[in-house]
């Protein structure tokens, strides 16, 4: 069975403190500093409910975002944006949804929440 969430971030702490406050609500979260494996996670059959990805340090966030528009539906698809990244108005031109970062990590949560509700997936995991 997939994971509920599967994050990607460069960055360690960002990854850590999202991923734990995810796991915290009760959310199945696989995380993953890159690309590659990341990517192994979405086969068809298998895909998370919810794909988040912090744009923050990748080394081609363009190319995961179009990578991504294959793979995953974009309504299931949560993009952090950050100065110095691809811009929030590009992100969602892509059909992805985008919060800008800086953000506090409860925002986020309650943005992948919103995400999964409306992607018609349950947002609460305890009713599956």
């Known amino acids: 069975m997939p994971p509920d969430i599967v994050l990607l971030s460069a960055e360690w702490q960002p990854r850590a403190l999202i991923r734990a406050q995810l796991i915290e609500e009760g959310f199945d979260v696989v995380a993953t500093d890159n690309w590659p494996t990341m990517r192994r996670h979405l086969r068809p059959g ?3 409910r919810l794909v988040i990805v912090d ?4 080394a081609d966030p363009l190319h995961v975002l179009e990578d991504l528009r294959v793979l995953m539906q974009p309504d299931r698809v949560l993009v952090l944006t950050a100065l110095g990244t691809i811009q929030a108005g590009e992100v969602t031109y892509l059909g992805f949804r985008a919060v800008r970062r800086p953000i506090a990590i409860g925002a986020v949560v309650n943005a992948a929440a919103g995400a999964i509700r409306s992607a018609g997936a349950d947002a609460s995991p305890h009713d599956r």
């Not at 744009?55 to 990748?58: F, W, Y």
């Open 46 to 48: 298998a895909k998370p």
């Open 55 to 58: 744009l923050k340090g990748l």
